[in-house]
Nanobody, 121 residues
């Protein structure tokens, strides 16, 4: 199966920047759309950004113009560059990937364990 491990979270002041990484490992047929999601206690997990294996990106309105999602398929790594951070960006950030374990199987998803991002005002 596909394992995802996030890194790069931490404490940053408002207006600062952070870059999250998500390393994918495991022998699978293909990795398709990947994305970043975030969750704060008491609220539902929400989409931050996604990127297809063709490079098409999609962003939540709240992060457009501040966050950039990218992927390096040679390194099996997903990134999220976060600039101009705000206190409302504080959350646990999760990496997600849609993949096929075998060519004949349906797509399924895998999630990382999450990394905490805290923005102090």
């Amino acid at each position: 199966q596909l394992q995802l491990v996030e890194s790069g979270g931490g404490l940053v002041q408002a207006g600062g920047s952070l870059t999250l990484s998500c390393a994918a490992s495991g022998s699978v047929f293909s990795i398709n759309t990947m994305g970043w999601y975030r969750q704060v206690p008491g609220k539902q997990r929400e989409l931050v950004a996604t990127i297809t294996n063709g490079g098409t990106t999609n962003y939540a309105d709240s992060v457009k113009g501040r966050f950039t999602i990218s992927r390096d398929d040679a390194k099996n790594t997903l990134y999220l560059q976060m600039n101009s951070l705000k206190s409302e960006d504080t959350a646990v950030y999760y990496c997600e990937a849609d993949y096929r374990y075998k060519w004949f199987e349906s797509s399924t998803s895998s999630w990382g364990q999450g990394t905490q991002v805290t923005v102090s005002s």
